[in-house]
């Protein structure tokens, strides 16, 4: 392959609901046999676990719930091949961001990428390099989900990050992972 490597980036991809991990598997079959691991790095189908309920009372038992019905994110290396692989790929109706006509897609912005994988665990050491102490930040899941304070303290090691709020009129600091806050 003769193309001169560029940079890695987060893409959105359609497919129809409820066939996001049989798409994905699908793309991770053909990734495998034409050899393109060094472009399409990342498949993420945003699931998570939640409990079933049953007359509003939990039954015991867990189903994995699809977070964005009808995408998968895929994170590559654009080039001309692998956007064909992956707009090819059987189940994949589209990629957001091409206009058709054979306009290569726009990538998704860090911003907008970066939540998604937080909920998902998957944090990397540039997500850390757009936070510091003072920076207004929301709590996007977990107990104190919908929670604003500023950044006390960020533990890169750990992942745990101190977070001031304000809880019934006072200042009080909470623990939080680093994976639970965004940016406002």
């Known amino acids: 392959m003769a193309t001169q490597l560029g940079e890695k980036q987060w893409y959105?991809?359609?497919?129809?609901?409820?066939h996001e991990s049989k798409t994905a598997d699908n793309l991770k079959k053909r990734i495998?046999?034409?050899?393109?691991?060094?472009?399409?790095?990342?498949?993420?189908?945003?699931?998570?676990?939640?409990?079933v309920l049953k007359d509003g009372l939990p039954t015991g038992k867990t189903k994995m719930v699809n977070l964005y019905p009808g995408y998968i994110f895929v994170e590559m290396i654009m080039t001309h091949q692998s956007w064909y692989i992956v707009r090819n790929t059987p189940g994949v109706t589209g990629i957001a961001g091409s206009g058709g006509g054979g306009q290569m897609p726009?990538?998704?912005s860090r911003e907008e990428i970066e939540p998604?994988?937080?909920?998902?665990?998957?944090v990397d050491d540039a997500m850390y390099e757009r936070y510091s102490v003072g920076d207004p930040v929301r709590v996007i899941?977990?107990?104190?989900?919908?929670?604003e304070g500023k950044i006390?303290?960020?533990?890169?090691?750990?992942g745990a990050c101190r977070v001031e709020t304000v809880f019934?009129?006072?200042?009080?600091?909470?623990d939080v992972d680093f994976s639970e806050i965004e940016k406002i």
Do not use: C
């Open 12 to 18: 959105i991809i359609n497919t129809y609901s409820q």
């Open 32 to 51: 495998q046999s034409m050899n393109m691991q060094d472009y399409i790095l990342r498949i993420l189908v945003a699931e998570q676990e939640q409990p």
């Open 106 to 108: 726009t990538p998704v």
């Open 116 to 122: 998604v994988l937080k909920r998902m665990g998957w």
């Open 141 to 147: 899941h977990g107990p104190l989900e919908g929670t």
């Open 152 to 158: 006390i303290s960020i533990d890169k090691e750990t």
């Open 168 to 174: 019934f009129g006072r200042s009080t600091p909470v």
